[in-house]
């Protein structure tokens, strides 16, 4: 029987990442992952020559220039920047809110005008508020940003995604609403954006090469639950409150479910994301997967698309726990099993799911880049 250095539960970029860094390190790894193939959430699908990002839209950016050198050096980045699109109820405006949307909401052509029309709705939310400080989401917002911006653009998309009015949800979900003087719809503020060549596979493919790997073995349901028969060390990155069997209680998670679908032509929206903030349409977003790393003619050459629509979903036992639910109920606990993992002699926890806190993939690769393997 092969003795490990490390066992490695999970081969999203988490354990993909230190089982690089450790085979690097001269140890002997094996990854297990439940699922029936690698990566985690950044694992695509191939459909009709396209990669469909299965867990959702997966858009690498960073300011970190070691984490971006790093990603390189296993698979080219493309030249995808993220500039999502809002289609409300048919009036289309750029994000994030920058003087592109600032024309097409009221047709001013300078930073100037496009102030002094926010500063104007701004102060009649601040005066109907009549010295009060915002009671909710809407009061804050409006005073944030304005009545045009917040119904065409903020209102309903906030409400698809809480399933809740504005006006019941609190005013610290919206803390701050920057707004972009500038005519630059480049979602992201970081250095370094894209997506890799031939899809985020091929990063993770590089990432395991020469790395014994297993699918479909569940740590809890397979032998390797009696890891320290195998291996010297457990990198476990699986859910938090499942390896101490919930002995605390569930933590709770949010999701979103996706619609994908296979459209007979070249190209449906023109863009690989587009929001869809208003009621009359029951999905926040469509994303079109191929604009993520088919550029110009490209489009054209690959005859079919696929696109995925988006809704928000509560999350129920068995469906995907995409990101953490960050209430005092759910932050206290995750503490006390934050606690408990310290605990735990040769285990390191990691990642979204061995947290319980969500990451970008960026810093993600960061946590394990600082880490000495021993
Ligand atoms: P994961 O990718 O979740 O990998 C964990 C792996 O562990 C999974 O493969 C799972 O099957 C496996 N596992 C769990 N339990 C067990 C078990 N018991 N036995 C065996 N295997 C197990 N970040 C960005 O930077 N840009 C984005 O645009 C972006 N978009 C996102 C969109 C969505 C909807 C979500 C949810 C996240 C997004 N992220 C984005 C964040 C990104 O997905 C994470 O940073 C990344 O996936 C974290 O990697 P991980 O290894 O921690 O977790």
Same mark, same amino acid.
């Given at each position: 029987?092969?003795? %490990?250095?490390?066992?490695?539960?999970?081969?999203?970029?988490?354990?993909?990442?230190?089982?690089?860094?450790?085979?690097?390190?001269?140890?002997?790894?094996?990854?297990?992952?439940? +699922? $029936?193939?690698?990566?985690?959430?950044?694992?695509?699908?191939?459909?009709?020559?396209?990669?469909?990002?299965?867990?959702?839209?997966?858009?690498?950016?960073?300011?970190? +220039?070691?984490?971006?050198?790093?990603?390189?050096?296993?698979?080219?980045?493309? +030249?995808?920047?993220?500039?999502?699109?809002?289609?409300?109820?048919?009036?289309?405006?750029?994000? $994030?809110?920058?003087?592109?949307?600032?024309?097409?909401?009221? *047709?001013?052509?300078?930073?100037?005008?496009?102030?002094?029309?926010? @500063? /104007?709705?701004?102060?009649?939310?601040?005066?109907?508020?009549?010295?009060?400080? $915002?009671?909710?989401?809407?009061?804050?917002?409006?005073?944030?940003?304005?009545?045009?911006?917040?119904?065409?653009?903020?209102?309903? %998309?906030?409400?698809?995604?809480?399933?809740?009015?504005?006006?019941?949800? $609190?005013?610290?979900?919206?803390?701050?609403?920057?707004?972009?003087?500038?005519?630059?719809?480049?979602?992201?503020?970081?250095?370094?954006?894209?997506?890799?060549?031939?899809?985020?596979?091929?990063?993770?493919?590089?990432?395991?090469? *020469?790395?014994?790997?297993?699918?479909?073995?569940?740590?809890?349901?397979?032998?390797?639950?009696?890891?320290?028969? %195998?291996?010297?060390?457990?990198?476990?990155?699986?859910?938090? @409150?499942?390896?101490?069997?919930?002995?605390?209680?569930?933590? @709770?998670?949010?999701?979103?479910?996706?619609?994908?679908?296979?459209?007979?032509?070249?190209?449906?929206?023109?863009?690989?994301?587009?929001?869809?903030?208003?009621?009359?349409?029951?999905?926040?977003?469509?994303?079109?997967?191929?604009?993520?790393?088919?550029?110009?003619?490209?489009?054209?050459?690959?005859?079919?698309?696929?696109?995925?629509?988006?809704?928000?979903? /509560?999350?129920?036992? *068995?469906? /995907?726990?995409?990101?953490?639910?960050? @209430?005092? +109920?759910?932050?206290?606990?995750?503490?006390?099993?934050?606690?408990?993992?310290?605990?735990?002699?040769?285990?390191?926890?990691?990642?979204?799911? *061995?947290?319980?806190?969500?990451?970008?993939?960026?810093?993600?690769?960061?946590?394990?880049?600082?880490?000495?393997?021993?």
């Amino acid at each position: 029987m092969m003795r %490990y250095n490390y066992l490695i539960v999970g081969s999203g970029l988490y354990g993909a990442t230190f089982a690089y860094r450790a085979k690097q390190a001269g140890k002997k790894v094996l990854v297990i992952d439940k +699922r $029936p193939q690698f990566g985690g959430n950044v694992y695509c699908e191939n459909i009709e020559g396209i990669n469909v990002h299965k867990y959702g839209a997966h858009i690498f950016h960073t300011n970190n +220039r070691d984490v971006w050198n790093f990603v390189n050096s296993i698979v080219e980045f493309n +030249r995808y920047i993220n500039c999502p699109v809002a289609n409300y109820k048919g009036e289309l405006y750029n994000l $994030p809110f920058n003087m592109n949307t600032f024309y097409q909401m009221w *047709g001013v052509t300078t930073p100037k005008e496009a102030q002094s029309k926010i @500063d /104007e709705q701004k102060a009649e939310a601040v005066a109907a508020l009549d010295g009060r400080e $915002p009671q909710n989401l809407e009061e804050q917002a409006l005073t944030l940003v304005g009545k045009d911006i917040f119904e065409k653009l903020i209102k309903e %998309y906030t409400e698809k995604q809480w399933g809740r009015n504005c006006k019941e949800l $609190p005013s610290f979900i919206i803390k701050r609403l920057p707004v972009r003087m500038m005519f630059d719809n480049n979602y992201f503020n970081d250095k370094y954006q894209g997506i890799p060549v031939g899809g985020y596979n091929k990063l993770i493919e590089g990432l395991l090469e *020469g790395i014994d790997c297993k699918t479909g073995v569940d740590f809890f349901h397979s032998e390797y639950q009696n890891w320290r028969k %195998y291996a010297d060390r457990l990198v476990y990155t699986g859910a938090l @409150d499942e390896y101490f069997d919930y002995k605390l209680g569930k933590l @709770d998670w949010r999701t979103v479910s996706f619609k994908t679908r296979v459209e007979d032509i070249p190209n449906y929206q023109g863009n690989a994301v587009v929001n869809y903030p208003s009621h009359n349409k029951p999905y926040t977003r469509i994303i079109e997967h191929k604009h993520f790393e088919m550029f110009g003619k490209e489009v054209y050459d690959c005859p079919k698309t696929v696109v995925s629509e988006e809704y928000s979903t /509560e999350y129920e036992e *068995g469906m /995907e726990p995409y990101y953490p639910v960050n @209430d005092d +109920r759910n932050n206290a606990l995750a503490e006390e099993y934050r606690k408990l993992a310290e605990k735990e002699e040769d285990v390191i926890f990691g990642g979204r799911l *061995g947290l319980y806190k969500y990451f970008d993939m960026a810093p993600v690769i960061e946590q394990v880049l600082k880490l000495s393997i021993i």
